[in-house]
C-alpha cells in the first residue's frame, strides 16, 4: 500500500530534501508551502523519483488554510501516513532590531505552523489510531544562540509543545505516534531568503550538513518509534554540553556566536527578496550556497540508526575481552 506524506515547508531546503526522500521510498507526497514556483520545483522532483505529488500552496501560520490542506491532500492521495512539520522563517539579528510584527510573524510560521499542523494530522490519524507525525526540530530548541530569537524562542516552544501533546497520546492509549528530530547547521537556501539585521551575510553555524542528511533522519524517525532523533555529533555536543555546563555555552556563544552566523567581508545586500510576509517567488532548490563545506553523510546518524546492533557488538566484545583476560590469568 502506496504511503501518504504531508511535508510542509516542501518547496526549498529540508522540506524539499524530505519530499525528495519520501518519494525515493515510493510514496505520494503532499508539498505544503507558499511559494508555487519552489512547489512545481518539488513535484517534478518528487514526480521524477518516483512518487506521486500533490502542490497544495498553504501559509502555515493560517490554521483554516492548514485544514484545508489537509483535506485535499486526503482527497486526491488517500489517507495520511505520515506529517512532518518543517516550515520556517526567522529573521537574523539581535532582538531590539526585530520589530513586534516581524517577531510575530516568524514565530507563527515556526511555531503555530507546527501546531497547527500537528492539529490537522490528529484530527484524522487519532479516529483511525494509526499516523505518525515528525517534528523538525533544532539543537536550538535546547540551546539558544545569538541572533536568532525568533527561531531558538519558536523551537524551544515546539520542543515543549511536543512534549504536552506525546504526554496527551500516552494517556490516551493512542497508536498515533509523535517524533522530534533535532538537526545541526545545514546548507539550505534559508540564509539567502530570511530577513538579516546583521553587518555581514548570515550563514549556518558549522560544521554544515547537507539537507540530504536531515531527510534521512526525517524518514527513519517516521518509522524507527523513536521518542527524539538527534542528528550530527554538533547536536549532540550542544544538547548535551548545555545540559551540563549551560553557563559555559553561553560564554563561549557571546565570543563566537556572532562571527560563526556571518560570512567575513560579505556585507549583507539590504534590497535582497526575503520571504517572512510573501514568498521569494523563485524556485531555490534546496541546497545554499555551502556545497563547498557541508557534508553528506554523518557517522553520528549512522550509529543512532544502527544502535541496538553497535551495543550488541560491544556487549560480544566486551564478554570477548574478559573471556581473554581470564584465560591469560590462568
Known amino acids: 500500500m502506496t504511503q501518504v506524506v504531508v511535508v510542509t515547508g516542501a ?9 525528495r526522500e519520501f518519494a525515493r521510498h515510493g510514496a505520494s507526497v503532499g508539498l505544503l508551502a507558499r511559494g508555487r514556483e519552489g512547489l512545481e520545483g518539488a513535484r517534478r522532483e518528487v514526480e521524477a523519483a518516483g512518487g506521486r505529488a500533490l502542490v497544495v500552496p498553504t501559509d502555515v501560520a493560517d490554521y483554516e ?12 492521495l ?6 512532518v512539520n518543517d516550515a520556517m522563517t526567522t529573521v537574523f539579528g539581535e532582538f531590539l532590531d526585530v520589530s513586534p510584527e516581524e517577531f510575530a510573524r516568524a514565530t507563527a510560521v515556526t511555531y503555530l505552523g507546527l501546531v497547527w499542523g500537528t492539529r490537522a494530522a490528529l484530527a484524522r490519524m487519532l479516529p483511525r489510531d494509526r499516523g505518525t507525525i515528525v517534528q523538525v526540530g533544532s539543537a536550538l530548541a535546547y540551546r539558544g544562540i545569538p541572533l536568532q530569537a525568533p527561531y531558538c524562542g519558536a523551537k524551544h516552544a515546539a520542543k515543549g509543545f511536543f512534549e504536552s501533546v506525546r504526554c496527551e497520546l500516552r494517556h490516551r492509549g493512542s497508536r498515533v505516534q509523535m517524533t522530534m528530530v533535532q538537526l545541526p547547521g545545514l546548507n539550505t537556501p534559508q540564509f539567502e531568503h530570511c530577513l538579516a539585521r546583521t553587518p555581514d551575510h548570515p550563514r549556518p553555524v558549522p560544521p554544515v550538513f547537507q539537507p540530504e542528511v536531515a531527510a534521512e533522519a526525517v524518514r527513519f524517525a517516521a518509522s524507527a518509534g523513536r521518542r527524539e532523533v538527534y542528528v550530527g555529533l554538533p547536536t549532540v555536543l550542544t544538547i548535551v554540553g548545555n545540559k551540563l555546563a549551560p553557563w559555559l555555552v553561553e560564554w563561549r556563544l557571546a565570543r563566537t556566536g556572532y562571527q560563526s552566523q556571518q560570512i567575513p567581508d560579505a556585507p549583507l545586500d539590504p534590497d535582497r527578496a526575503v520571504n517572512l510576509w510573501e514568498p521569494v517567488g523563485k524556485d531555490e532548490g534546496a541546497h545554499g550556497r555551502f556545497d563547498g563545506e557541508a557534508k553528506p553523510r554523518s557517522l553520528q546518524l549512522r550509529a543512532t540508526k544502527h544502535r541496538r546492533a553497535l551495543a550488541a557488538a560491544g556487549l560480544a566484545a566486551s564478554a570477548l575481552a574478559a573471556g581473554l583476560a581470564r584465560l591469560r590469568a590462568r
Open 65 to 76: 488554510q492548514v485544514e484545508a490542506a489537509a483535506q485535499a491532500v486526503e482527497g486526491e
Open 78 to 83: 488517500g489517507r495520511i501516513d505520515v506529517w
Open 11 to 19: 518547496s526549498a531546503g529540508v522540506g524539499r530534501a524530505v519530499a
